[in-house]
């Protein structure tokens, strides 16, 4: 797992390296100064020697300006190597889910890869940098100091053979207590910001249902959770200060009475008493200082452990070793293909689908709700791969072709479409990034979003705000058609994308496609009939099962789900998905 991660920190090893070369600097800085400040009082002020005053006060000074130096260097390499690490951690993961399927995509909630992107990546990031400045910092500051201790006096140094493993062992002891509840943190964190992003992506239903005290409760709820549990988290660490409060104030009253007997004995100087009281606090600060590394490993395993799991998540969809960068025309064909979900065989969305699909075909498909239509088409782009059986475009299996090709072929228009914030540009340039302004009003014509562009001040210029909230249902669905359009793919297809439209403009649209571009192989998912009408076959999907495939001439004679729903339409009954 930490070879996984560290693996992010490629081109800033060398601010990595240099981080701890200095804390090293540092300490032994630090170190030589109390044995200077026993000298200065013992052979310079006692004896009032002026010489060894100002030598030593000359070693002091430089000692505390190189000691300054290097720590300012420290903090600015460990800074540079952590924030580095963060940001080459972030990219691997972003880049990482980018290859992902949506069947990998399904195993985790937008939040919690968004969780794990940010707070996840920051916990792992603090104690990458606490790892590599404060604990070398502490395990050294504790080696040197607890020597010099049995250099100046061997009896001071056996308090601390006491006390140290004794407040180590607590500290450990505490930190293992609190463990458990920044792990449950960390879990409640994906449940925030799920809340969060289904409050705001769906702020006008709850303001149009007035459900705004419905959503403050529930996120409140979750909040209370996140903070009871880092108030019991926190308040078992809190308890390290108590703890290190006990053990400084006993050993500083060891220290002084063992330290004062020994110079009534003559074993031991003023000055050397003053160094042992600094080595003193370096050495409980040290383990303090573990203590803290610890609580925060601690809190960053999670993280940690969550931020392998993307990394490690391998895409069930890739391309094989000889993948064909060409696909000769935009012929569909299904071939005993069953598919699930969860590769339960037992619960098939797809049960044994056999169709054949010309290339240039303009192909209808009609279902009720959870019938598997856009399952269906799904497949062919490999957004999904079949449970088994086999899905071929072109005349070749879909697996055979590069993820890159297949997918610049097949242009999908969905019924919920996403625009970017950008110019209506920018967006339609997703289709074809190389597009002319020529090509781009081609294909608003084909789509008939020129008729509400034109009328726009900036025209193709026109700014879309986030959430496209600025353009209506229909107009972001007309330029999600052109975006496709763009792209001149041999396949298209039309996951009722066409739903916010007024029936002339649908059919308008469907007679452009038709007459433009007859050799574009054309998948229609709709609820109305009267968009499917004119296609030369239609597929009537139920329960997973194609049910029937012929013309629409034949279906209204053959097909009883396909005669009641036109039936129904025509009584002005609207069938809802």
């Given at each position: 797992m930490v070879k996984k991660i560290l693996k992010s920190v490629r081109e800033y090893k060398k601010a990595s390296i240099l981080t701890p070369v200095c804390m090293l600097g540092e300490v032994l800085m630090e170190v030589i100064i109390p044995i200077l400040m026993a000298k200065l009082l013992d052979s310079g002020i006692e004896t009032g020697n002026l010489n060894n005053i100002l030598s030593i006060g000359v070693?002091?000074?430089?000692?505390?300006?190189?000691?300054?130096?290097?720590?300012?260097?420290?903090?600015?390499?460990?800074?540079?190597?952590?924030?580095?690490?963060?940001?080459?951690?972030?990219?691997?993961?972003?880049?990482?889910?980018?290859?992902?399927?949506?069947?990998?995509?399904?195993?985790?909630?937008?939040?919690?890869?968004?969780?794990?992107?940010?707070?996840?990546?920051?916990?792992?990031?603090?104690?990458?940098?606490?790892?590599?400045?404060?604990?070398?910092?502490?395990?050294?500051?504790?080696?040197?100091?607890?020597?010099?201790?049995?250099?100046?006096?061997?009896?001071?140094?056996?308090?601390?053979?006491?006390?140290?493993?004794?407040?180590?062992?607590l500290l450990i002891l505490i930190a293992k207590i609190a463990h458990p509840y920044f792990e449950k943190v960390f879990k409640t964190y994906d449940e925030l910001n799920n809340v969060v992003k289904e409050n705001v992506g769906g702020i006008r239903v709850v303001k149009s249902y007035v459900r705004e005290d419905y959503e403050t409760k529930k996120f409140d709820k979750v909040s209370n959770k996140i903070y009871k549990l880092f108030t019991k988290a926190e308040k078992i660490v809190a308890s390290n200060s108590a703890l290190m409060d006990s053990a400084i104030y006993t050993t500083i009253l060891l220290v002084s009475y063992i330290g004062a007997r020994s110079i009534v004995n003559g074993n031991l100087t003023t000055g050397q008493l003053a160094s042992l009281f600094t080595y003193s606090m370096s050495i409980l600060t040290s383990l303090m200082m573990v203590s803290m590394i610890y609580v925060m490993i601690i809190i960053s395993l999670p993280s940690m452990k969550r931020v392998v799991e993307l990394l490690d998540e391998n895409p069930d969809i890739k391309d094989s070793d000889k993948v064909i960068d060409i696909i000769p025309n935009g012929s569909i064909e299904f071939k005993n293909v069953d598919f699930s979900y969860n590769n339960d065989k037992k619960k098939l969305a797809l049960n044994n689908i056999n169709i054949k699909i010309k290339s240039g075909e303009t192909i209808g498909i009609i279902g009720s709700t959870g019938s598997g239509k856009s399952t269906l088409v799904n497949l062919i782009p490999r957004l999904y791969d079949p449970t088994s059986g086999e899905v071929l475009v072109g005349g070749k299996n879909v697996k055979d072709y590069s993820l890159y090709a297949l997918r610049n072929e097949v242009s999908m228009v969905l019924q919920k479409n996403v625009l970017f914030s950008g110019t209506i540009r920018d967006n339609l340039c997703w289709g074809d990034a190389k597009a002319s302004d020529e090509e781009i009003n081609k294909a608003c014509d084909l789509a008939c979003a020129t008729e509400f562009i034109s009328k726009f001040e900036n025209g193709l210029d026109y700014y879309i705000e986030q959430g496209a909230t600025n353009v209506s249902g229909g107009q972001k669905q007309r330029l999600a058609i052109a975006r496709a359009l763009l792209k001149k793919p041999k396949i298209i297809i039309f996951d009722d994308s066409t739903s916010a439209c007024d029936t002339m403009t649908d059919a308008k649209i469907r007679n452009n496609l038709k007459t433009f571009m007859p050799d574009v192989t054309k998948l229609i998912?709709?609820?109305?009939?009267?968009?499917?009408?004119?296609?030369?076959?239609?597929?009537?999907?139920?329960?997973?099962?194609?049910?029937?495939?012929?013309?629409?001439?034949?279906?209204?004679?053959?097909?009883?789900?396909?005669?009641?729903?036109?039936?129904?339409?025509?009584?002005?009954?609207t069938l809802n998905e």
């Open positions: 070693l002091l000074v430089m000692c505390a300006i190189f000691s300054l130096c290097f720590g300012m260097l420290s903090g600015r390499f460990a800074s540079i190597a952590s924030n580095g690490f963060a940001k080459n951690l972030r990219h691997d993961l972003y880049y990482k889910v980018q290859d992902y399927s949506f069947k990998n995509i399904d195993k985790y909630s937008t939040s919690s890869i968004i969780t794990r992107l940010t707070t996840d990546v920051t916990n792992v990031q603090n104690a990458y940098q606490m790892i590599i400045r404060i604990a070398v910092r502490a395990p050294l500051m504790f080696v040197f100091s607890f020597l010099m201790v049995f250099i100046i006096n061997k009896k001071i140094s056996i308090v601390f053979l006491i006390v140290v493993p004794i407040l180590f062992g998912i709709a609820q109305r009939i009267s968009s499917v009408e004119d296609a030369d076959k239609v597929i009537v999907i139920d329960e997973g099962k194609i049910v029937d495939f012929d013309t629409p001439e034949h279906l209204m004679k053959t097909s009883k789900i396909y005669k009641e729903i036109n039936d129904s339409q025509k009584k002005g009954v």
